[in-house]
């Protein structure tokens, strides 16, 4: 039967709704400018991508093969070792985390995990999940890791070996933590094995297109990667890509396989259209195209931080590779209109499509005004 | 850049490929007649469902208020006791298991798990994530729990609190354990601490529309329930539902928050269709058409298992509340041509639309055709 009148009404709404929220959202870190509507003939069908996307499915409704060109896509990002990688489609940054930490776990049955204050909350719940111990580790007032608190609670650890729960840019402050210097802690440590996840949700799209990015890559001394696909891309449906080298991927799918799970991934079912979203995505945009959005939100997160401070504001920004713009937190009056997320005294906005000039200088002359109000 | 001629010659192939297997693809429990299309204008935006749906977020770009619709009409399912019980959507069973089980070893830390041994095999790989102490109980014939088995074990175990994990169809039999069975014998050994999870992924949406449904839900005993969106329902995109009595969740959210994790589900950012597509579906389907499709799928289990019997294969099901029709497996050259997952010594169909009598008729007529030829 059709809708009813009401409900047909109820999703008008939202929909007007969502419309009104679009360009005022801008304290995600989501792409909102996208279209994928060439791809939606595919959501006629119940597609899966259930299992490996490298190992086949008998159910043969799957868009695995679009899938792997993807991860083999965000390999060459990472610089993932030649032959010595694998990885999946996830869910979002969630999964992919759970997954690196998973992996982890199985080589490091014993390991303690290490992971600064400013980590978002969810990696608190999957350690909690995955019975994992861990520590916390205090930051730099600029977010990142302090690194002499992590050599000092190393130091005192050493009987166990260390997962390094490493973020390539924070939720709050965008701040990266510097694989090397944690190598080298590790390296004058002597500590024979160790683990790094690096959750590089936000800034594992931009830092492959900037001139000198800082270390975070495979080579840099991560052992696997997890990069949301909703954020820098763009994508209606969160998701994200979770790497790894294809060297302890293999060591566990062999445990794996005698418990009886036949199954590498976390999911299970997985979404077949978010794998040909994101091949879309990439395939359109070229890596041309990702330079030039990765430099325009750079260009603009530059201008943000400019113009907020002309109105006296004290905004800042990680480094010149983040488009993460932090300042103070705003009178609430001024989350009435726009939407961001503060958090204690901080709050920001990112500087992603539709976002412009324009919308800045809006955003700036409110929060004067609301200063002034209040 | 528009997509290459190459590419888009590949998607259109792939397409093609999909329209070809739908009407072959009979041994999965996916409902594959279903038109989202009036939502896919809901596509063009960044939406999220992230964090609790009855509580609110920051993030407005969301459709909270429909999943907690969706969620009251699984507890209505359910039997889920008033004013007693919380839920979200999920990206499908495994996720719905994984919170179950999160639930249960929270609430019984040195519990032990116990699953029949017709359990899906991502139980094993959830048991193993979340380090969950675990004994595989047999099976009857029928891929039922063996109670004597159970309670056998159960009487071994009586210094550690049970965990059930009870099937409620199982993924080849479509077998159902009974929770009054199970209660009873946790009553007689006098164990005063214990957790049932019912996995109900696709019998779950079944059992509400029949007459004399087994004991399968909240007032039968279950603490836990884990139903799927996209098998009975029908969905482009895996999903379900996890659904657990509101006290216990409200226990573990004082000690997730006691860690800093302020989010109850398991996934973080959640995509913000499905729960607008299962609305959509319950909407337009109403419990008469919901009722109707229950019904028109067991009388062609009914017809697939005579149609099949009386060509000489020796089909069965479990009881007439089942739409999976079980058989011996067929040899390798049926699966050429139809989409179906046999497993050691059998294989089963399950009688979802598009399927009719015809499709059943050609199947069974290509059954016998590939034994003669074999």
């Known amino acids: 039967m059709p ?102 776990r199985e080589l490091l049955p014993e390991g303690m995990v290490y992971f600064g204050e400013d980590t978002h909350y969810s990696v608190a719940k999957i350690l909690r999940l995955q019975h994992m111990r861990n520590i916390m580790i205090k930051s730099q007032p600029n977010g990142e890791l302090d690194y002499e608190d992590l050599h000092e609670t190393l130091r005192i650890h050493r009987d166990v070996p260390p997962i390094i729960f490493a973020n390539i840019g924070t939720t709050m402050k965008g701040s990266l933590d510097n694989l090397q210097k944690i190598r080298a802690i590790l390296d004058d440590l002597a500590i024979p094995e160790s683990y790094i996840h690096a959750d590089a949700a936000l800034s594992g799209m931009i830092l492959p297109f900037v001139g000198q990015p800082p270390p975070w890559t495979f080579p840099d001394g991560a052992d696997s990667i997890s990069i949301s696909g909703h954020k820098l891309l763009g994508c209606p449906l969160p998701c994200g890509i979770a790497i790894a080298r294809k060297r302890n991927v293999d060591r566990i799918a062999r445990s794996v396989e005698y418990v009886g799970a036949l199954d590498t991934t976390i999911s299970g079912s997985r979404n077949a259209i978010t794998p040909l979203m994101l091949w879309h995505r990439l395939k359109t945009l070229g890596d041309d195209g990702l330079r030039a959005l990765v430099h325009r939100s750079l260009a603009l997160a530059s201008y943000a931080v400019e113009k907020l401070r002309a109105t006296g504001i004290d905004a800042w920004r990680h480094d010149e590779n983040s488009i993460t713009v932090v300042f103070p937190r705003p009178p609430d009056s001024l989350m009435k209109k726009w939407v961001i997320a503060p958090k204690k005294k901080i709050a920001h906005i990112i500087t992603l499509p539709p976002m412009n000039e324009a919308v800045i200088d809006e955003f700036a002359a409110d929060f004067v005004a609301a200063r002034l109000a209040g």
């Open 3 to 104: 809708l009813s009148a009401d409900d047909q009404a109820r999703l008008d709404a939202l929909h007007a709704r969502f419309t009104a929220l679009r360009p005022l959202s801008v304290g995600y870190p989501c792409n909102q400018q996208f279209d994928y509507s060439p791809l939606f003939r595919f959501l006629e069908f119940a597609a899966n991508n259930v299992g490996d996307p490298f190992s086949g499915s008998n159910y043969r409704l799957n868009t695995h093969e679009f899938e792997r060109e993807v991860v083999a896509a965000f390999a060459r990002y990472t610089k993932a070792p030649e032959g010595d990688w694998w990885g999946y489609v996830t869910n979002g940054g969630t999964e992919g985390n759970m997954y690196g930490l998973y992996v982890a």
